[in-house]
């Protein structure tokens, strides 16, 4: 799984010798691409999915927009389904209660 998710961070193929050179090569030092031109700022997916799932909260369909063309829609759903896993369990602890119990809570579906 992890060998997958690695082909799809920039920062694993520049690692691995492919794709765009390690800092230090192309660019400028002062952080720009060479030509005084700002590089555009690389967004990882967790930042992408704490973004996205923060501005749905909001109901701000601008900055959802936004933060879905940061990264491919596999990595966003990936970094979505991450960021729940974590605020389940988050939860569940606070709660005292099984993450099951959370989960259908939130849902407000009955518990079995």
């Not at 799984?1 to 193929?13: D, E, K, V």
């Not at 967790?46 to 601008?62: I, N, Q, T």
């Not at 936004?66 to 369990?89: D, H, M, N, T």
Request: include cysteine.
């Amino acid at each position: 799984m992890f060998s997958r998710l690695r082909t799809l961070l920039p920062s694993a193929a520049r690692a691995g010798g492919r794709g765009a050179p390690a800092s230090g090569g192309a660019g400028g030092a002062d952080g720009t691409s060479g030509t005084g031109v700002p590089r555009k700022r690389q967004h990882n997916i967790f930042e992408a999915a704490a973004v996205y799932v923060a501005a749905c909260a909001e109901d701000d369909e601008d900055t959802m927009d936004e933060a879905s063309g940061w990264v491919s829609p596999e990595a966003l759903s990936f970094g979505v389904g991450e960021l729940a896993c974590r605020a389940v369990i988050a939860l569940a602890r606070e709660r005292d209660e099984s993450p099951e119990t959370v989960t259908r809570s939130l849902l407000g579906l009955p518990t079995p």
